[in-house]
């Protein structure tokens, strides 16, 4: 039995999450592939992706879920890992780390006063943020940021996930790593790929059989949901995706009175064009893909820079956001 | 959208400066592993060179037991005993003549009473040790008994024995009786 495993996740829980860094190397694991990026320049000159690449998951592998276990073939996991890692030429060095959006629980939360304290503003977002969570506040790693604060009013974005699940997925990096410094689920990386505007915008991400759709206007997110999208519909999963943004909209629609002015588009592997379509005729606004940015792609080869259209969003983001937080 | 996430655990001080104090403490410690095999090279050619001294010692040590050992072996001969016997006797009879004549003829002297003159002495050798024949003439037999009596208890002679005893032939008028003797001279005296 793994004792010492069992010891680092108790204490990975109770020591606290880290503040947003980018390292070389950024790994994406999700129930149907694992992609890796390395990235070059520096903070200061900027940063762009080096080398790409994707492996396929045996479905059979990783079964992403908030409480229970995830990964139920660690072997094939930690060997496709360490195919893709080698395949862009990592080392030893610090790694950040996507994990599925399942995993992970997000919500806005408002507060009267939010202690300056960080230690203090922690324990009371982990306190509110318990009606989220299929599991003890006690075992989640939880991060947040204040979006908007007001007199009398604050506003705090916060994700968590269960520090046992996650630590499933550290596992399988490998010791040589050190456990990664960065750690977020995928829609969270493509945030700061949305334009900051205040009308109210909508971001679809539809990736490995689910789709998540989060509501942000300006600073604010308004609305995070997570759906499965039925075995059924393998077939005709973008009106699935379609029927599931809509249900958001609507939502957020009745819950806020706020109408959606523009969707944006994240599915990975790529839509068929019907799924634009849906939307379109669903929404009844804008619809546009995320498309990673082509200037941070400079020296990849034309198959990595293929890979890097259909999977290279979230990196990309992770970029962007490095480059807005200098 | 800015965000300020992340659900990775947050480095402890130890492991956010532990690559800090990692770089100078492996150097400490190379530093420390220098000077430590520098001085175990010095100890160690230290100990070489002390080793080294004692095997050479050893070796003329047991160089000079084998010589011992022949050269007893050597003077357990029955010829090289004999000539020890006789070198031992030649370097006794050195020691002797260093004794002058005239420091045996001084301790005589001293035994003669006043009406006792001595007539002969000769130094000779019998059984490996010196022997002294000493002629007295005196004018009476109580002088030479004297004489005889001062000789026996002299710590340089030992062994007094009279040889002959007589009295001068007409015509000494002076020292009528005349006696000779020998004793073995004790020229360090009685131990």
Redesign the interface.
Same mark, same amino acid.
């Given at each position: 039995m793994n004792w010492s495993g069992i010891g680092n996740r108790q204490? =990975?829980a109770s020591?606290?999450?880290?503040?947003?860094?980018l390292p070389a190397v950024v790994l994406e694991v999700e129930p149907e592939f694992v992609a890796a990026a390395r990235l070059e320049g520096s903070a200061r000159a900027g940063r762009s992706v080096r080398h790409l690449g994707v492996r396929a998951l045996d479905s059979s592998t990783l079964a992403a879920h908030p409480s229970r276990p995830n990964v139920a073939n660690a072997d094939n996991l930690r060997q496709t890992i360490e195919e893709v890692l080698t395949a862009i030429g990592n080392g030893s060095g610090r790694i950040g780390?996507i994990?599925p959006d399942r995993v992970?629980r997000a919500g806005t939360l408002s507060f009267e006063t939010l202690p300056d304290n960080h230690h203090e503003a922690a324990a009371l977002v982990r306190w509110r943020m318990r009606e989220n969570l299929p599991f003890a506040p006690d075992e989640a790693?939880? =991060?947040?940021?204040v979006v908007s604060r007001e007199a009398g009013h604050t506003e705090v974005?916060a994700?968590?996930?269960r520090a046992s699940i996650?630590g499933e997925y550290e596992a399988a990096l490998g010791a040589s790593n050190?456990?990664?410094?960065?750690?977020?689920p995928a829609t969270?990386?493509l945030?700061?790929l949305?334009p900051?505007r205040n009308s109210t915008q909508l971001l679809i991400h539809a990736c490995s059989g689910w789709v998540t759709t989060v509501i942000?206007a300006g600073?604010q997110?308004y609305s995070w949901r997570t759906s499965e999208l039925a075995q059924t519909a393998e077939g005709n999963w973008p009106r699935e995706v379609a029927a599931e943004s809509t249900r958001a909209v609507a939502s957020i629609r009745d819950r806020q009175h706020m109408e959606i002015t523009r969707a944006w588009l994240c599915a990975r592997p790529p839509a068929e064009g019907g799924l634009i379509s849906d939307l379109k005729r669903e929404l009844g606004c804008e619809i546009e893909m995320i498309a990673p940015p082509r200037e941070l792609a400079g020296t990849l080869s034309g198959e990595e820079r293929s890979l890097y259209d259909h999977f290279g969003a979230p990196v990309a983001g992770l970029v962007v956001?490095s480059a807005?937080?200098p | 959208?800015?965000?300020? +996430?992340? +659900?990775?655990?947050?480095?402890?001080p130890r492991?956010r400066y532990a690559l800090a104090w990692a770089a100078p403490t492996a150097l400490l410690a190379l530093v420390a592993l220098v000077l430590l095999s520098l001085s175990a090279l010095r100890t160690y050619r230290e100990y070489r060179r002390v080793h080294g001294s004692v095997e050479e010692l050893r070796a003329q040590e047991a160089k000079s037991r084998q010589r011992e050992s022949e050269l007893r072996r050597d003077l357990e001969r029955p010829q090289l005993r004999e000539v020890f016997r006789s070198v031992r006797f030649v370097n006794r009879l050195i020691d002797e003549k260093q004794s002058t004549v005239s420091e045996l003829v001084e301790r005589v002297a001293k035994l003669l009473p006043p009406q006792v003159r001595l007539a002969g002495l000769v130094l000779g050798e019998s059984g490996g040790s010196p022997v002294v024949r000493i002629a007295v003439a005196g004018k009476s037999e109580e002088a030479l008994e004297k004489f005889l009596a001062n000789l026996e208890n002299s710590d340089n002679f030992s062994d007094v024995a009279i040889i002959s005893q007589g009295f001068a032939p007409e015509g000494s008028e002076g020292e009528p009786v005349r006696l000779a003797c020998s004793a073995r001279y004790l020229r360090m005296g009685r131990q």
């Open positions: 204490k =990975s020591r606290g999450t880290a503040g947003f860094v780390l994990v992970v790693r939880i =991060s947040f940021q974005f994700i968590a996930a996650l050190g456990g990664p410094v960065l750690t977020l969270a990386t945030l700061p949305v900051e942000v600073k997110v956001n807005k937080n | 959208m800015k965000i300020d +996430l992340n +659900l990775a655990v947050a480095p402890s492991e």
